[in-house]
Nanobody
């Protein structure tokens, strides 16, 4: 069982930055960790993923160049650095863990979810 707790969300103006954290109950080098988001009235969508090895990341096209995923294995924490935020980035952000070690880009591949943190970007 892996427990994930997101934090760092908030209200920010367009063009601003936020750093989200995903604190895990286990070692973050034991599984692949992905970030998803759910905008109001929409389905949960993939944002980005970091491989269990930590040496590979992949992002959804709309966030490439603006979002960066990293991790601190010693702190069992994965981060989502978001810059140049846009109103369309608004939503609840979730981190998820996959024990398959696969590069997960779909929610169906996630075994454990956090409860999410709200990000609101004002125009």
């Amino acid at each position: 069982q892996v427990q994930l707790v997101e934090s760092g969300g908030g209200l920010v103006q367009a063009g601003g930055s936020l750093r989200l954290s995903c604190a895990a109950s286990g070692r973050t080098d034991s599984y692949t960790t992905a970030w998803f988001r759910r905008a109001p009235g929409k389905e949960r969508e993939f944002v980005g993923v970091i491989a269990w090895t930590g040496d590979y990341t992949y992002y959804e096209d709309s966030v490439k160049g603006r979002f960066t995923i990293s991790r601190d294995v010693a702190k069992n924490t994965v981060y989502l650095e978001m810059s140049n935020l846009k109103p369309e980035d608004t939503g609840v952000y979730y981190c998820g863990a996959s024990t398959s070690h696969a590069i997960v880009v779909d929610a169906s591949g996630i075994d454990y979810w956090g409860s999410g943190t709200q990000v609101t970007v004002s125009s």
